[in-house]
T-cell receptor, first 115, second 112 residues
């Protein structure tokens, strides 16, 4: 079974400050890892994904994440927060070895950006 | 292609009524998923189709829930005899093998 833990249900940063959203996963098989963003009353938008290869993954809107197998982590970062980054962020994991690719999500982190 | 489309966006129904939601995936995507999301939680997997075959159903999908994808294109999710606990956002997603899933905007169900 897979699971995802997102530390901190709410994170608040100042505009221009570093954004760090934490994600740890549990998986008995090699994982695919994803970060999604959700704006109010909207669906989820894929920010970035790790499948294989380079462990530092760059995504849209200046976000990046690093897969650290030894720490079972996939933290999301952005060097400088913008007001438009305020949203809910979800980390998700799926199973590399099976075909279905259904995602297991964390409970989310709400990012607030203060002016 | 404009992405995954879900209809309706909002549905209010009385307890005990049946409801049906529709999802139109990205046209070349053979995989289709349904998820349910309640307030303050991440989406929870309900069911998965590859083409027209329903390959997996979650334990969350009670007997009152049924999903179809008759021609491997659009999908419907029906909830019979709705209960207040069914109130949630129902999300549809589609993908190709080994890509991230692309989500629709969801259907928000309110059971009164």
């Amino acid at each position: 079974a897979q699971s995802v833990t997102q530390l901190g249900s709410h994170v608040s940063v100042s505009e221009g400050a570093l954004v760090l959203l934490r994600c740890n996963y549990s998986s008995s098989v090699p994982p695919y890892l994803f970060w999604y963003v959700q704006y109010p009353n909207q669906g989820l938008q894929l920010l970035l994904k790790y499948t294989t290869g380079a462990t530092l993954v760059k995504g849209i809107n200046g976000f990046e994440a690093e897969f650290k197998k030894s720490e079972t982590s996939f933290h999301l970062t952005k060097p400088s927060a913008h007001m438009s980054d305020a949203a809910e962020y979800f980390c998700a994991v799926s199973d590399q070895d099976t075909g279905r690719r259904a995602l297991t999500f964390g409970s989310g982190t709400r990012l607030q950006v203060q002016p | 292609d404009t992405g995954v489309s879900q209809n309706p966006r909002h549905k209010i129904t009385k307890r005990g009524q049946n409801v049906t939601f529709r999802c139109d995936p990205i046209s070349e995507h053979n995989r289709l998923y349904w998820y349910r999301q309640t307030l303050g939680q991440g989406p929870e997997f309900l069911t998965y189709f590859q083409n027209e075959a329903q390959l997996e159903k979650s334990r969350l999908l009670s007997d009152r829930f049924s999903a179809e994808r008759p021609k491997g294109s659009f999908s419907t999710l029906e909830i019979q005899r709705t209960e207040q606990g069914d109130s949630a956002m129902y999300l549809c997603a589609s993908s190709l093998a080994s890509t991230g899933a692309f989500f629709g905007q969801g259907t928000r169900l309110t059971v009164v």
